[in-house]
């Protein structure tokens, strides 16, 4: 994109030419910049003008002002010819040029130079026109001013970015002018420009960069605005940029090293297990970023308040950033410091923008070294004096840390036992030998109790024992027994329990030095710590001064400070020793001497008397100057008398032992320089105000000897808080020396810790080890700021809730939360005890439960301790439980959920939306109770399954908050299902709380597949029959029936079409049986074919089967078939192989309310009566065995067809004077005439059986049945009883064979009075359609009603009706003709003929006149349509045949027997050929014998007759002949009428309603006996017929007309309205009236003196309309006028013709209407009629005078 600015145009408006510039202070840059590249390229380019090459215009673009500026614009003629033009100047003095007459010869060019001299800065336009003899043109002349163009993007499209992060992108800025442009960027956020503002040099770029941060995940779409112009000046111009960015939040997935599945996130913990102290364990997870956007974290460590410790966890990636479906791989490494603590650290994954972060817990837990001794003592037994006796012992390692270890004994010869080695490590899961040496000096028996101590352990102890005996002196030897009797014997006579459990004492007591009070050993640190300070007594596990035997004072030596003489050979110094007896027995003390010893002790043996004291001389005498010294001098004190006299047990000796350290360095001698260490350097005690151990591993690094002890100089204080033992000592080489710290922390010792001080080597040397022993007060932390709120609870229900609580303190706790009695009830807590590690978190789930519709407020306790002192120190935290008891309820959405219909048996989800519209959550039960809508249907409640199923009846929802209950239905019935689904409130413990409420309704309808037949066609032989008669024939009624019914169980074994029979005769799963029953016809006459109308009534899709035999069988092969065929299977086969019944489409889908025609044909080609089952099958549905039934009859044979051998006659009541007459059809199914009879002698004895009353006459017992027509059996059927009479007749057939029928009919006391329907039918029922019919295949013309139900009617009325004949085809004209000849009579149709064009309607109407006796009328009327293209063929054809004959009767024909061919021979008639076989299709069965007849046979039942030479030439030449064409064979449409007549004296009381049918003057004749048929009686007013007729009607009619279209006329019914009535028709005189008519009742004001009605019954367009205008009888009710005074007698009005104008009118109405010209259905409309004219006004005003004389006359 292009951005360009013009200057303001400064020159004046009176100059005579035009500036380009137009003044646009703002242009469109885009628009600007394109116009100016275009008028770039147009001045580069070259046009032809006139034959003449040239630039359509000049420009100039450099210029200054003042100067010239020349171009030059050179014309060439590329014409043929020479060219001469005249040169018109430009108009302005800014452009000149010489003017001149150009002349250019062909192919010559001329250059005209044009100066430019400007004066203002501003655009200029002019022009030059050339003129030449074949016209003019003009060249532009333009000088532009160079304008501040930028380039830059239409839009610039950011990376995606995460929220809170940045994203950048670059697009470049050109400066495409020729001037310096500066620019500046206006943006708002989250974009921004860089750099923002800048100076273009002209063609100078320039990238800018554009950063996006945004603070939300959405799209942005900002436009970034561009200034530029002249360096200085206020820019004016403005190009935009448009910038989009799109901003997600990030997210991101920790995922473990182990998984697999990327998809499966770690659990967010990560466990170390058991790492060994001062050892270190890696383990790793990934950070994954499922999201879009780059994502930016950190991991950090979630504070737990000032550290004792630093953290034992270390991640390797503290921040970082993860691509887009990245990972990045996190080592977390854990180094344990604390033997036997388990270290809980939270990292804090956070990240840039999203809307959470997530924790990652590390737990580890710290192992130290575990060692044990093989055997707790060594016995060395009796060993002479000057002896050694040497012992094993094993030091087991059964942990996997490396376990230093130390043994507390001096191995150099000061001690009488002595271990090997005294110090190093034990490996992991392994043990070391140890030697234990026993090298006795004095012969006494020695005990001594030596402690291993081992680092980040508590010492183990080993019990050595030996006796030493000499000549002399013979000790008792002391054994291991004697240690244990000891010991027992030392519980009994203490104060203190026998057994360790019970002897617990308060740790918080004092520890003092061993001359006070109240020190107590409690433990191996303890005992360890009471044997260095020389209190030891070895057998007891705790020890006071009531059970002290020895001690000794003090227990460490040093001699540091000794002064040497430069001359002085050797140097002694000496420090006293005391040992103190506090037993009541004299002691012997004896001190182990050992040689080369600097240390000695004297004296060395002594005796001690009972609780005294002795001193002893320790001196110090080194032989060796410049070195370290250090040993452990060792006393034993034993009883003189060293067994119990009583208990002769033997004591063992005491041992103590003083430590002492020295150097022989001589003063000004350097001492040695110490290499060692400490580990750990830094020691922190447990945070507690009790006892504590911790033990220090100081190493010898160095190879030379190494010195330490204690220095309590710098820090005095320390020396009674803070005890080291040993805490002096040598070292040897490659040894380390294990030291063990002792102390009780406090609330005033530094939290940074303090240092302990050790002087190595007696010199200035010292290493400092750190020691943190600090009380710390216990800290619990409750989320929420100790508040937990509940949401609103229903009452009794339960609500749970997390909260968490964290130890934030370094001690491991336990807690337990107290909850007061009465609260018990409503609040709860999971776990409600435990313990929790340093730093911990623990989710407590709380459970809250009211008991009534209130606020609670509830304060559980959280008591807690420290793990190490149970019981003690225990704190309390409250916590406040804020809660509101409320009442729920639950309801549907739609109180009433209608499914629809569904498929029996089938599946059907739905949901239901459950609504909680109340302050709390509601946990439900829901239950569906289930009823059967169908008062018809009987079922047990409690054994029919429920068809409503729901997926979960136990929930809960969350206030205001829907669920979707999901359930199914299934339908077990064709029924309409009702179900209540009702909830109950569940309680806290899950019990049912409520009881039951409705919640909503579901409503369902089980269907089936239903199919129906509507209507019925019959084509081929059966074209001629009615079709009431089809429809009988096929049973149509009872299939119906079935159709709509349940199937039964049996019925749905195969739910859809299946082969599952191995028989050629399959098993039938249904009881219905059905006969469809195609009539008879002769041999090889046309099939007889039905066309049923299958219409789909349901709401589902039906699959719908015509199964033969065949589609049920399973083929098998031909191997696999055994046995003989039986007689009908034969036939079947004879049946099936020959397709003798056909059926097309077989199988087909019916959607709702969807019509399908099924064409089924029976072909008449071999004589008898043929029978083939086949089912009809409905895919979850019915199934109905379908009896198809053909009869194909000789042709020189007469048979009657009887569709039914039972017929039942219309109900009659008794005492009927004038019994209906009743029809029954018999039907000519053969070739031949057919002359029956009925046997009357049977009607004779029923005669006398019933009192000589003629219960049923025949009036015409004899009679002929032309071929293929049918003719009425006319019944009067006359009961003498109220009951249903059985009535077997014989039909009796000329040469043919009789047939029984039986007769049914019923007698009634009286009709229901009033009843539309008194006299109750059953077969000569009319046939109704059930449905809107669709055209039939192949039909051209539409009848709109098949049938004409004219009800019950008076005899000699006449009743109207109205049809439409519509011509449904697009293309062809028909012909249609009414065949009345029959029922000419009694029913009249107008017009009887006629043609209708494509998509034509006519009207046409139907006359019906009841006879003068009652009758039960059923007609059938044919219509016969001929298409006019099948016409216009067989005339032409029969006009050709024509010709052929007339030039045949005037040509004659040589015969010549050398001809080939011989001419045709014309022929009227076509003969009857012999039949030809049509050859079935070939089975596999080759057993079977020949079932049909070939060419040359003639097909009789199964006989096969050869034919003669004869009569095959007879066949050839007729073949060859040429026959006369046949007229087209008419289609036929039936319409089926019915009516019923009765008794002038019957009908009033019976139709009241109707009584104005009757006819006005009729004379009633009786019939005679033989009930012969009576005519109209006389009298009835005289009418006009003919000519005159129609004259009138058409003249009345006109007048009519005009008469309503008069306004005067409009207006005068207004005033006549409110007239009396001037003008009466004489009524009949009651003599006038038969005798036998009752005489007329008065007439009421209701009920008017003539009334017209009129029937009428049509189709408007392609919708049936049915209106109803009745127009019957003829001038009104012979019942409904009253006497009047005696007036003179007047003419009689002629009421048949008024009739005829009013039903002429109506139908002109409906021909409108269904034209389309008049809505019947439009509101009526006020007219607004034309003012009067004066000549109407003058009318009316005569007509006016004239009605007042009248009034006054």
Known sequence: MLAETLAPDPLASGAKWKPSGKNIKNPRIHQKQRSGKYQRQASSQKSCLLGLELKPELVWEDWDLGGEFTETL???????????????????????????????????????????????????????????????????????????????????????????????????????????????????????????????????????TVLFQPQEALVYQKQANCKFGEEGDKAESCCTVLLQGIAKYPYLQLRNSGTKDEKEQCGKELHFGSVAVGHSLQKHFYIFNPSPVTASFSLSQMSSGAPLLESEFSCDVPRGKVEPGGSLRATVTYTPAVVDSVSVEYLSLKCSGALSETLIKLTGHCVGPKVSLSSSVVDFDCVEEGGAVVQTVELVNSSPVEAHYQWDLDCSGNSVFSIQPASGTVSPHSHTTLKAVYRPTQPIAHHRRVACLILYRDPIFLDLIGTCRSELQQPAILKPEHLFLYKLRWYRTQDLPDTPSDMQEDHNQSHKRPDTAGVVCRNPMEEYYQSCLGCMDPFSSSCSLSSLHVSVMPSELLFNHKMYSILSTSSTSSQPVSITNHTREKLSLVWTAAQDCPFTVSPPLCELAPLKSTSFRVTYDPKQLNTLHGAQLECFAFYRDNQDLEDRVLFPPWC??????????????????????????????????????????????GDLPLTFCLDHSLNPTLAESMFVVP??????????????????????????????????????????????????????????????????????????????????????????????????????????????????????????????????????????WPIQTPGCNKSHLTLNVVGMGASGSIEAEKAVLDVGETLVGSYRPIQVTLVNNSPCSVSFCLSVQQILLDEELTYDPESEPNALRLDCDRGTIASHATMLLRSTVRPHRRTQYLWTISYQMLNASGFLSSPPQTMCEVRAKGVLPTLQVIDVWGGGSVSSLSKVHLWKLFSLDRLNEHLLSNPSPAELTYRTPTRHSLSSSPSIFTK??????????????????????????????????????????????????????????????????????????????????????????????????????????????????????????????????????????????????????????????????????????????????????????????????????????????????????????????????????????????????????????????????????????????????????????????????????????????????????????????????????????????????????????????????????????????????????????????????????????????????????????????????????????????????????????????????WRCPEAPKPALLHLWVTAQSHMLMEYPPHFPK????????????????????????????????????????????????????????????????????????????????????????????SNPTHQHQVLLSGTVGQKEQHNTVDSEGTAGCWGNRCPTQNTPHTEHAPADISEDVLLNTLQNLMIEAVRGELVLTAHPRTVILPPFSTRSRRTSKAMAEEEKVDLRN
């Open 74 to 208: 050179v014309l060439k003629n590329i014409h043929s010819k020479l060219q001469k033009l005249h040169v018109r100047p430009p108009l302005s003095k800014f452009f000149t040029l010489i003017p001149q007459i150009i002349v250019l010869s062909p192919g010559t060019s001329f250059s005209m130079p044009i100066i430019f001299r400007p004066l203002q800065r501003c655009e200029y336009e002019d022009s030059i026109e050339f003129q030449s003899k074949n016209g003019s043109f003009q060249v532009c002349l333009r000088a532009t001013i160079p304008c501040h163009a930028l380039e830059v993007p239409d839009s610039v499209l950011l990376p995606l970015c995460a929220v809170q992060n940045s994203s950048h992108s670059t697009f470049l800025l050109k400066n495409v002018s020729k001037l310096q442009t500066s620019f500046q960027w206006e943006c708002a956020a989250p974009f921004q420009l860089s750099p923002e503002q800048g100076l273009l040099k002209p063609g100078q770029e320039c990238h800018i």
């Open 1072 to 1521: 219905v049986l059905l006969d469809f029953n195609f009539s008879a016809a002769p041999l090889n006459s046309e099939p007889s074919t039905f066309v049923l109308m299958f219409h789909n009534p349901g709401s589902i899709y039906v699959d719908w089967a015509f199964l033969f035999p065949e589609d049920q069988q399973i083929e098998l092969e031909y191997w696999a078939e055994t046995g003989e065929f039986s007689s009908t299977e034969l036939h079947r086969m004879k049946v099936q192989d020959n397709h003798l019944f056909s059926i097309s489409p077989r199988s087909g889908t019916l959607l709702p309310g969807q019509q399908r025609a099924v064409h089924f044909t029976y072909s008449h080609d071999f004589t008898g009566t043929d029978r083939f089952p086949v089912v009809f099958k409905l895919s979850h549905g019915r199934e109905i065995l379908l009896n198809f039934q053909g009869a194909t009859v000789e042709r020189d044979r007469p048979y009657l067809h009887f569709a039914s051998k039972r017929h039942v006659f219309t109900s009659v009541t008794i005492r009927n004077c004038s019994p209906p007459r009743q029809m029954y059809e018999l039907n000519n199914g053969g070739e031949v005439p057919v002359r029956y009879e009925v046997d009357m002698a049977v009607l004779s004895q029923l005669q006398v059986d019933n009192f000589n009353h003629p219960l049923l006459y025949c009036l015409n017992p004899e009679g002929v049945v032309l071929p293929g027509k049918t003719a009425m059996l006319e019944w009067i059927f006359s009961p003498l009883e109220a009951k249903v009479y059985h009535m077997d007749i014989l039909i009796h057939v000329q040469d043919g064979d009789s047939t029984l029928v039986r007769f049914e009919g019923c007698g009634l006391n009286s009709p229901s009075l009033g009843s539309t329907t008194p006299f109750g039918c059953s077969d000569t029922k009319a046939y109704e359609p059930c449905a809107q019919r669709l055209p039939f295949p192949g039909q051209v013309l539409f009848l709109s009603e098949d049938s004409v139900c004219l009800g019950n009617i008076p005899v000699c009325s006449r009743s109207s009706r109205i049809l439409f004949l519509t011509n449904v085809s697009h293309t062809d004209t028909v012909h249609y003709t009414w065949e009345q000849q029959n029922n000419q009579q009694v029913v009249q149709i107008r017009p009887d003929r006629g043609s209708l064009c494509p998509g034509e309607r006519a009207l046409c109407v139907l006359t019906f006149t009841s006879t003068d006796y009652p009758t039960d009328y059923q007609l059938d009327i044919i219509c016969q349509v001929i298409q006019e293209a099948a016409l216009t063929r067989y005339h032409d054809a029969l006009q050709r045949w024509e010709e052929e004959k007339a030039r045949q009767l005037d040509e004659f024909t040589i015969t010549d027997k050398d001809l080939a061919q011989s001419p045709e021979v014309l022929i009227d008639k076509e003969p009857v050929a012999a039949p030809v076989r049509k050859g079935p299709p070939l089975r596999k069965y080759k057993t079977l014998p020949p079932i049909c007849a070939n060419a040359n046979c003639e097909a009789v039942g199964t006989i096969c007759i050869k034919l003669t030479k004869a009569e095959r030439r007879a066949q050839r030449e007729t073949a060859k002949a």
């Open 727 to 864: 805490s002096c000592g040598l070292i040897q080489p490659g040894s380390h020396q294990i030291l063990m710290l002792r102390t009780t922390p406090t609330e005033d010792s530094p939290k940074q810790g303090f240092s302990l001080h050790l002087r190595l080597n007696a010199a200035k040397h010292t290493k400092e080890l750190t020691v943190v022993s600090v009380v710390e007060q216990m800290c619990m932390s409750l989320e929420g700021d100790n508040s937990l709120y509940f949401q609103p609870t229903a009452v009794g229900s339960r609500t749970q809730r997390s909260h968490h609580i964290r130890n934030l303190s370094h001690l491991p706790l336990r807690f337990q939360w107290s909850i007061p009695e009465p609260e018990q009830e409503l609040i709860s807590v999971e776990p409600d005890a435990g313990e929790l590690h340093p730093n911990e978190s623990s989710v407590q789930i709380w459970s809250f439960c009211p008991l009534v519709e209130e606020m609670y407020t509830l304060k559980p306790t959280l008591t807690f």
């Open 656 to 701: 103590v032992t003083v430590r002492v350290i020295g150097h022989s360095f001589q003063p000004g001698k350097e001492h040695f320089i110490p290499s060692c260490s400490l580990t750990p350097s830094r020691v922190v005690f447990p945070p507690l105000s009790v006892l504590s151990h911790q033990t220090v591993l100081l190493q010898n690094c």
């Open 1554 to 1645: 109707q009584s104005n049918r009757c006819p006005r003057s009729v004379k009633a004749q009786q019939p005679d006996l033989q009930y012969s048929s009576t005519s109209l009686l006389e009298g009835l007013p005289p009418t006009t017929h003919g000519p005159d007729r129609d004259i009138t009607m058409h003249v009345l009619t006109s007048l009519l007309s005009g008469i309503l279209d008069d306004p005067a006329f409009t207006q005068s019914l207004i005033t006549l309205a409110s007239k009396p009535i001037t003008y009466q028709l004489q009524k009949t005189s009651p003599s006038s009236l038969p005798s036998s008519l009752p005489p007329p009742p008065c007439p009421t004001p």
